[in-house]
């Protein structure tokens, strides 16, 4: 909190008191005290590791907003493992977050094999696209206004 304060401070002595100062972290993390400090909240909102099954995913991640204690910035969002889980949820969230405006981009745009490690397979497989740059999911058609 002490390092958010002082970001602030240097924000505003540079003159741009304008722009928001904020951490980003997982929702566990979105809370007091450190909400108290911030302009909003960068939240790394997950329903796969929240445990939403993916019927609800979209759904837990409007509700987690619609809850939250501070304005906040959608700083990582995804559901990984296989391509119907990918596609449930970007039919589900990705035409939402567009009619409703809100500013996001997608973790991450390639899987990223080199976070595979024992126990955590999960994390090399993120992507839109594979490692050699083919579409994996069939993207929704509801493009952002």
């Given at each position: 909190?002490?390092?958010?304060?002082?970001?602030?401070?240097?924000?505003?002595?540079?003159?741009?008191?304008?722009?928001?100062?904020?951490?980003?972290?997982?929702?566990?993390?979105?809370?007091?005290?450190?909400?108290?400090?911030?302009?909003?909240?960068?939240?790394?909102?997950?329903?796969?590791?929240?445990?939403?099954?993916?019927?609800?995913?979209?759904?837990?991640?409007?509700?987690?907003?619609?809850?939250?204690?501070?304005?906040?910035?959608?700083?990582?969002?995804?559901?990984?493992?296989?391509?119907?889980?990918?596609?449930?949820?970007?039919?589900?969230?990705?035409?939402?977050?567009?009619?409703?405006?809100?500013p996001y981009y997608?973790?991450?745009?390639?899987?990223?094999?080199?976070?595979?490690?024992?126990g955590h397979a999960?994390?090399?497989?993120?992507?839109?696209?594979?490692?050699?740059?083919?579409?994996?999911?069939?993207?929704?058609?509801?493009?952002?206004?």
């Open positions: 909190m002490a390092h958010v304060a002082d970001v602030k401070a240097k924000v505003v002595a540079a003159g741009h008191a304008d722009i928001p100062v904020f951490t980003s972290d997982l929702e566990s993390a979105n809370k007091p005290p450190l909400t108290n400090h911030e302009d909003k909240a960068g939240v790394n909102l997950h329903p796969f590791f929240s445990g939403a099954p993916v019927s609800e995913a979209a759904a837990w991640f409007w509700k987690y907003l619609e809850e939250s204690v501070a304005p906040v910035v959608n700083s990582e969002n995804t559901n990984p493992i296989d391509i119907w889980i990918t596609e449930t949820f970007l039919d589900t969230w990705l035409c939402d977050a567009n009619t409703k405006k809100l997608y973790f991450e745009f390639f899987d990223a094999p080199w976070k595979i490690w024992p999960v994390e090399g497989f993120w992507g839109l696209l594979t490692i050699d740059k083919k579409l994996k999911v069939k993207l929704p058609d509801c493009l952002a206004s």
